[in-house]
């Protein structure tokens, strides 16, 4: 089976630019998670959808984050406008279910690097 | 706030040996606890994942316990090998919530 595909792989801007990642997950996965990992750190879940549904956005910098997944299958992440402190990796991952239980498949991410 | 600690941050060792690598979380009312791989450039890949009523998990050469009540977990990796080289990251699921939190990992290096 196809894995998550994320694109670009690397993107790098300016400060105050603004940026768009894609993720597209597994077939017939109905939950998408997009996470946020700094260099040295572990991942930090920014928004975890159920089909085009959000579950939890708790984490989400919401004056300059968004994220949408409107018919359900791929999805978006904005950043608008970008700030220094943004550059990390941004993944995407992608289960059957929103169960607890149920393993994420994870994409390489898109690195980000602002200038 | 649940904190998750892994220790050591990095490891070197020759091929052959059993190491032990070491995660612990502060607040016990946990779901489960999950053990991810992850290789230079690119995302997770998951090992071992104990759910709260579990000791412990194993696979191939990996075996993960759990002791809850004190707050530790142990990813126990058998006759090490160069492909094993990696960042390993442990995670934990908190009872009422969907979000997990990740320790910062402990990096790996097997050298033949």
């Known amino acids: 089976e196809a894995g998550v595909a994320q694109s670009p792989r690397y993107k790098i801007i300016e400060k105050r630019q603004s940026v768009a990642f894609w993720c597209n997950p597994i077939?017939?996965?109905?939950?998408l998670y997009w996470y946020q990992q700094i260099l040295g750190q572990g991942p930090k879940l920014l928004i975890q959808?159920?089909?085009?549904?959000?579950?939890?956005d708790s984490q989400l910098p919401k004056d300059r984050f968004s994220a949408e997944r409107l018919k359900g299958v791929d999805s978006t992440l904005k950043i608008q406008p970008a700030k220094l402190e943004d550059s990390a990796v941004y993944l995407c991952?992608?289960?059957?279910?929103?169960?607890?239980?149920?393993?994420?498949?994870f994409g390489d991410g898109t690195r980000l690097s602002i200038l | 706030k649940q904190e998750v600690t892994q220790i050591p941050a990095a490891l070197s060792v020759p091929e052959g040996e059993n190491l032990v690598l070491n995660c612990s979380f502060t607040?016990?009312?946990?779901?489960?606890l999950q053990w991810f791989r992850q290789d230079p450039g690119k995302g997770l890949t998951s090992l071992l994942l104990?759910?709260?009523?579990?000791r412990e998990q194993t696979s191939g050469r990996l075996n993960a316990s759990l002791d809850k009540s004190s707050g530790r977990s142990t990813l126990y990796i058998a006759a090490s090998q160069p492909g094993d080289s990696a960042t390993y990251l442990c995670?934990?699921?908190?009872?009422?919530?969907?979000?997990?939190?990740f320790g910062r990992g402990t990096s790996l290096i097997v050298h033949p």
């Open positions: 959808f159920q089909n085009n549904g959000v579950v939890d």
């Open positions: 077939s017939g996965h109905a939950t």
């Open positions: 104990i759910q709260s009523s579990q």
């Open positions: 607040d016990s009312a946990i779901y489960n």
């Open positions: 995670a934990v699921r908190p009872g009422g919530s969907y979000i997990p939190t």
């Open positions: 991952a992608s289960s059957l279910t929103a169960g607890r239980d149920q393993p994420q498949h």
